[in-house]
């Protein structure tokens, strides 16, 4: 999706829309895992060996990754530019507007089997699991639970029906 020109009102309820967006589409991983323990959370393997690194840019990744799946874009709500998403079926990526870069803001997966970092948790496993591996120190958005590292790197697992939906790791962005 592409806007131009929206007004003050109009490019409100876009930017309520692409969060909404952001924070409720599917996402997947093939291989999705972080590196390391759960403290170095910020660098999601995909396809089994590609590294994708937050708050870096997204250009290398993208490319040798190749066309993806489903491509969307949208006014960025906070930067000047385009909010990309890249969906490769199995995991999304999605950055945000740096000047002339786009930065990987968020890894989603969603695909069964795939580990959340330093532990066996996966889509599919309950709540319970979740609170027993991560603990009760939890930002809740919505049905996102957010577990924050710093002050601006988290993972999260979406939540329904007492069950992993999808689950990723993102950074908090400020301009």
């Not at 952001?22 to 999601?44: I, V």
């Not at 029906?161 to 990723?168: E, I, R, S, T």
């Amino acid at each position: 999706m592409i806007f131009k020109g929206e007004s003050g009102k109009m490019k409100r309820i876009i930017c309520v829309l692409c969060v909404m967006m952001m924070c409720l589409t599917g996402c997947g991983g093939e291989n999705g895992s972080s590196s390391g323990n759960k403290n170095d959370a910020f660098k999601a393997v995909v396809k089994g060996n590609i590294e994708i690194e937050l708050g870096k840019s997204a250009a290398k990744v993208i490319e040798t990754l190749g066309e993806p799946d489903k491509y969307e874009e949208a006014a960025s709500c906070y930067f000047d530019g385009m909010d990309k998403v890249y969906n490769y079926g199995s995991f999304e990526i999605r950055t945000y507007p740096d000047g002339d870069n786009d930065m990987v803001q968020d890894v989603c997966i969603m695909k069964p089997g795939d580990k959340a970092a330093g532990s066996d948790i996966t889509v599919g496993s309950s709540l319970d699991d979740v609170l027993s591996v991560y603990g009760d120190k939890y930002t809740l958005v919505g049905k996102m639970y957010k577990y924050y590292y710093d002050e601006v790197k988290y993972t999260y697992f979406f939540i329904m029906d007492d069950a992993v939906k999808y689950f990723g790791y993102g950074i908090d962005v400020k301009n």
